[in-house]
């Protein structure tokens, strides 16, 4: 909670800084590579820095977590807080590293807004990085004290023991840990990170959700190849069986919940991979109450894990299922051609909904669902491709 002098400085500076945070964001990326080239190299996605989409998704939660500060003084935005210290914990973020990055944050905020950053506007503003910076490292340090994972001993190396083409653009990778152990059982619906060694020396981090059944024997991931994506890239053309990759715990909040609730498993393109896990689970606990499962796609070709995605409807009694092709092919029906629309689909009240796609898809259909009776509360999404931080 900022103190009451805190809050009010804020909320009479929150314009300045929200219409200077890309540059500030900015500035502050080029201070903290130049002090510390080994976080681009070997930490941040260096893709994500050349499209800007770092700074925008450090901007946003900044103003973010300030706008709710001032206008919630009695709560936290613990969604936001949870999603942001999966990503780091995925990552092998430090406790030490916060204060690397508030040096060069603040200097960088002091340079954008020159005289206007008084040492009151400083303090408060102080005040919000720390509150938000400790949250998070308190979070972090669960997740680590969870998975048993000590700090810098992120990463376990793991066997690749089979490869599938499944479409031109996505290859699965099924995995197991090179020490004979047993996989880490894993919630339906997260995602691991891995990291790769680049022809450059870099080593660069991606994440992929895990698209298995939890408690199996062997972790698969499905990895989508980008036109400019390095690491996806790599997978691709240098990633066989026999290969090994170093692999982290499984992260993530975006996690199926345990009820009986009627469900809608909602996904485009890649984002079908942590729906069938939850398939998967769903089957093998025997949910009883009804699924209703949609996938809109290309074409039936790019349709990633296709006919695993079938027949994991076909295996669960109470599902149903409507695939959505722009351009469907003979002998491979969809429901419809186009965009995704719901108004034929059967929602039944009480449905939580779990939606996994790029970000037009997920406004489309969040619409559709709360135009349907389903509460905002019963919707949870992760967004795929470039609008995320989890893009290859």
């Known amino acids: 909670m900022l103190s009451e002098t805190a809050t009010a400085t804020v909320r009479a500076t929150l314009p300045a800084v929200g219409a200077a945070v890309e540059d500030i964001t900015a500035l502050f990326y080029e201070k903290l590579f130049a002090a510390h080239p080994e976080l681009l190299?070997?930490?941040?996605?260096?893709?994500?820095?050349?499209?800007?989409?770092?700074?925008?998704?450090?901007?946003?939660?900044?103003?973010?977590?300030?706008?709710?500060?001032?206008?919630?003084?009695?709560?936290?935005?613990?969604?936001?807080?949870?999603r942001i210290a999966h990503k780091h914990a995925s990552l092998g973020v430090s406790a030490g590293q916060y204060k690397v990055v508030?040096?060069?944050?603040?200097?960088?905020?002091?340079?954008?807004?020159?005289?206007a950053v008084t040492p009151e506007v400083a303090a408060a503003w102080d005040e919000v990085y720390w509150l938000?910076?400790?949250?998070?490292?308190?979070i972090e340090n669960r997740l680590y004290a969870e998975h048993g994972v000590l700090k810098g001993d992120t990463w376990r190396d793991w066997e690749v023991v089979g490869r599938t083409e499944e479409t031109a653009d996505?290859?699965?990778?099924?995995?197991?840990?090179?020490?004979?152990?047993?996989?880490?059982?894993?919630?339906?619906?997260?995602?691991?990170?891995?990291?790769?060694?680049?022809?450059?020396?870099?080593?660069?981090?991606r994440q992929y959700s895990i698209s298995c059944a939890p408690r199996s024997a062997l972790r698969t991931i499905a990895v989508k190849r980008i036109g400019d994506g390095e690491v996806s890239q790599h997978l691709h053309?240098?990633?066989?069986e026999g290969s090994r990759l170093r692999v982290s715990a499984p992260y993530g909040d975006l996690v199926l919940e345990d009820g009986d609730a009627p469900l809608l498993l909602?996904?485009?393109?890649?984002?079908?991979?942590?729906?069938l896990s939850m398939l998967e689970h769903l089957s093998a606990t025997g949910h009883t109450s009804p699924v209703t499962v949609v996938h809109a796609d290309r074409s039936p070709a790019t349709h990633p894990l296709r006919e695993d995605h079938g027949l994991l409807v076909e295996k669960l009694a109470t599902a149903s299922g409507h695939f959505f092709y722009e351009r469907p092919e003979p002998g491979h029906p969809a429901d419809r051609t186009g965009l995704v629309d719901l108004s034929g689909v059967h929602v039944p009240a009480?449905?939580?909904?779990?939606l996994c796609g790029p970000l037009p898809f997920m406004r489309a259909v969040r619409e559709q669902l709360l135009a349907k009776g389903v509460p905002a509360a019963d919707i949870h999404y992760e967004v795929f491709g470039p609008d995320l931080w989890r893009a290859a």
């Not at 070997?42 to 500060?69: E, M, P, V």
């Open 350 to 354: 009480g449905t939580r909904a779990y």
């Open 237 to 240: 053309a240098r990633v066989r």
């Open 170 to 205: 996505v290859a699965t990778f099924r995995l197991r840990p090179a020490d004979g152990a047993a996989a880490p059982v894993h919630r339906p619906g997260q995602y691991v990170s891995v990291q790769v060694e680049l022809p450059d020396g870099a080593r660069q981090i």
């Open 41 to 82: 190299r070997d930490l941040f996605n260096r893709g994500n820095q050349a499209a800007g989409t770092q700074r925008q998704a450090l901007a946003g939660s900044i103003a973010g977590f300030a706008t709710y500060l001032v206008e919630r003084p009695e709560e936290r935005p613990d969604a936001m807080l949870s």
């Open 132 to 138: 938000m910076a400790n949250a998070l490292i308190a």
């Open 266 to 275: 909602a996904s485009a393109g890649i984002g079908c991979t942590p729906i």
């Open 102 to 115: 508030h040096q060069h944050l603040f200097e960088a905020i002091g340079e954008v807004l020159g005289d």
